[in-house]
T-cell receptor, first 114, second 119 residues
Framework: AQSVTQLDSHVSVSEGTPVLLRCNYSSSYSPSLFWYVQHPNKGLQLLLKYTSAATLVKGINGFEAEFKKSETSFHLTKPSAHMSDAAEYFCVVSYGGATNKLIFGTGTLLAVQP | DTGVSQDPRHKITKRGQNVTFRCDPISEHNRLYWYRQTLGQGPEFLTYFQNEAQLEKSRLLSDRFSAERPKGSFSTLEIQRTEQGDSAMYLC?????????????????FGPGTRLTVT
């Protein structure tokens, strides 16, 4: 079955320190991969996407992710956390096809301490 | 156009009642998706439309659920005889149809959701 696994349900960092949110996907064939962010009482916002072009993908707000096929991973990173980064982050996979439905991970709640 | 909108944002209903939610997609988007998100989980796919045609339904979508998209514009999701297990956030997303590896063809834009509480 197509799936995506987020390895940490909660991550806590101090402001100004690096962020690493981990994600692995099942490897049926080449997927499209995304990271979405969900702030409280707000809709899901696309941070970045990988669709078989460059393996290092840069997104909004200083986030980036690297697609590693050998490890079936798509971890999200940011060099320096800001208080406004506190939110829930979802790793998402799509295998395309006629539906192009998105398959979400269970989410990682990022807390940023002052 | 300011994005995908959903109405209402919150709905509290008693078990057994019917509820209807509305989604207005980005105007030029011909694909519309419904997802459901329960507490502590990621959103799960329910159904999608291409223009006015409903092309796929998840097994999560029981017979009590029905969705429509008349004229290929806004969509409604109706739940009949609500149960407590229906309590969740219902999310709508829209996108353009496309194929191949074009990133824009896969990008779905989400609305703020409708939070349903069944008492």
């Amino acid at each position: 079955a197509q799936s995506v696994t987020q390895l940490d349900s909660h991550v806590s960092v101090s402001e100004g320190t690096p962020v690493l949110l981990r994600c692995n996907y099942s490897s049926s064939y080449s997927p499209s991969l995304f990271w979405y962010v969900q702030h409280p009482n707000k809709g899901l916002q696309l941070l970045l996407k990988y669709t078989s072009a460059a393996t290092l993908v840069k997104g909004i707000n200083g986030f980036e992710a690297e697609f590693k096929k050998s490890e079936t991973s798509f971890h999200l990173t940011k060099p320096s956390a800001h208080m406004s980064d506190a939110a829930e982050y979802f790793c998402v996979v799509s295998y395309g096809g006629a539906t192009n439905k998105l398959i979400f991970g269970t989410g990682t709640l990022l807390a940023v301490q002052p | 156009d300011t994005g995908v909108s959903q109405d209402p944002r919150h709905k509290i209903t008693k078990r057994g009642q019917n509820v209807t939610f509305r989604c207005d997609p980005i105007s030029e988007h011909n694909r519309l998706y419904w997802y459901r998100q329960t507490l502590g989980q990621g959103p799960e796919f329910l159904t999608y439309f291409q223009n006015e045609a409903q092309l796929e339904k998840s097994r999560l979508l029981s017979d009590r659920f029905s969705a429509e998209r008349p004229k290929g514009s806004f969509s409604t999701l109706e739940i009949q005889r609500t149960e407590q297990g229906d309590s969740a956030m219902y999310l709508c997303a829209s996108s353009l149809k496309g194929g191949g590896t074009s990133g824009s063809s896969y990008e779905q834009y989400f609305g703020p959701g409708t939070r349903l509480t069944v008492t």
